[in-house]
C-alpha cells in the first residue's frame, strides 16, 4: 500500500475517480448519437488550448478547456449549417484542431512538456488541476442527472424528444459544452490523443452486458473506474505511460468480452 504514501499519487487516484465518471456519462450519450468522432475532434481542438497556455505561461487546463469550448460551439454551428451531416463538422474541427496544434508545438522551449498532455501524465497534476477536476466534474454530474430523462430522449429519437417537448437545440448546446469540458480534463490523464477511447470503450464494453440504459451506465463507470485505477497501480509499479496503459486495458477486457460473450 506505499503506493499512497505519495502525495502526487493521492492527487492522480483523486482525478482518476472524477474522470472514470464524467467520461462514460458522456461517452454514453455520444456513442448512442452516433458520434465517437466528436471526442477526438474536440481532444486535438484541446491539445492546440494546451500548447497555448505553455507558450503563455498560463496553465494549460484553462487553456484545453476555453478552446474545447469553442471547439464545441464551433461543431454544434456547423452541424446547424450541414444538417443531417453531422460528420462534417467534427471533420472539419478535428482539422482546425490538429492544424493548430501542429503549429502551435513550434513555439514551445520544452517539446516534453507538450508531449505529456498528449499521452498523458496524471502522476504530475498539480493542486489547481486537481481543485478543477473535482469542482468541474461534480458540476458535470450533477447537471447530467437533472437533465437525464431530456439527454436519454435526445440520445435515441430527437424528433421524438421535439414531439415530447424537449427543447432538442437548447439541450445539445448544454451536451456540448459538458463534453467539451470532460475531453479538456481528461486530457492530462489519458492523453489527448487517446482520451476519446476512454469514452467510448467503457460504454462498448457495458454494451455486452447490460440489459437497459440505466444498468448501461452504472456498469461503464465500474468499468471506467476498473480501467483507470488499475492502468495507475500497474503504470506505477511498471513505470510506463499510465494513459496508454488505461485504455490497452479497457481495449483488452472489451476483446475478452466479445469472446466470452457472444450475440445470441
Known amino acids: 500500500m506505499e503506493i499512497f504514501a505519495y502525495e502526487f499519487m493521492q492527487k492522480a487516484f483523486i482525478v482518476a475517480l472524477c474522470i472514470s465518471v464524467i467520461t462514460p456519462l458522456i461517452g454514453g450519450i455520444i456513442v448512442l448519437k452516433g458520434l465517437s468522432n466528436m471526442g477526438e475532434a474536440l481532444s486535438h481542438t484541446a491539445l492546440s488550448g494546451i500548447a497555448l497556455g505553455l507558450i503563455l505561461g498560463i496553465n494549460p487546463l484553462i487553456g484545453a478547456i476555453c478552446f474545447a469550448l469553442v471547439a464545441a460551439l464551433l461543431i454544434e454551428g456547423i452541424s446547424r449549417m450541414f444538417s443531417g451531416f453531422s460528420e462534417i463538422a467534427t471533420t472539419v474541427v478535428l482539422a482546425l484542431g490538429i492544424g493548430l496544434a501542429s503549429i502551435l508545438s513550434g513555439f514551445i522551449g520544452n517539446a516534453a512538456t507538450l508531449n505529456s498532455y498528449m499521452f498523458g501524465s496524471i502522476v504530475a ?11 468541474l466534474s461534480a458540476l458535470i ?16 429519437d430527437q424528433q421524438n424528444a421535439r414531439l415530447n417537448g424537449i427543447k432538442v437545440n437548447t439541450v445539445n448546446f448544454m451536451f456540448m459544452l459538458l463534453t467539451a469540458i470532460t475531453v479538456a480534463l481528461s486530457c492530462k490523464t489519458v492523453g489527448a490523443l487517446i482520451v476519446s477511447s476512454l469514452m467510448v470503450i467503457p460504454v462498448a464494453c457495458s454494451m455486452r452486458v447490460s440489459k437497459s440504459y440505466f444498468s448501461g451506465v452504472i456498469i461503464s463507470i465500474a468499468f471506467a473506474a476498473a480501467f483507470t485505477l488499475g492502468g495507475l497501480i500497474i503504470s506505477y509499479y511498471w513505470d510506463i505511460k499510465p494513459g496508454g496503459t488505461i485504455v490497452l486495458i479497457g481495449v483488452a477486457v472489451l476483446i475478452l468480452l466479445s469472446l466470452f460473450k457472444r450475440d445470441k
Not at 125 to 135: A, G, P
Not at 141 to 156: P, S
Open 125 to 135: 497534476t498539480t493542486d489547481l488541476e486537481v481543485s478543477l477536476t473535482v469542482i
Open 141 to 156: 454530474i450533477i447537471i447530467y442527472i437533472i437533465n437525464y430523462k431530456n439527454l436519454f430522449q435526445i440520445a435515441f
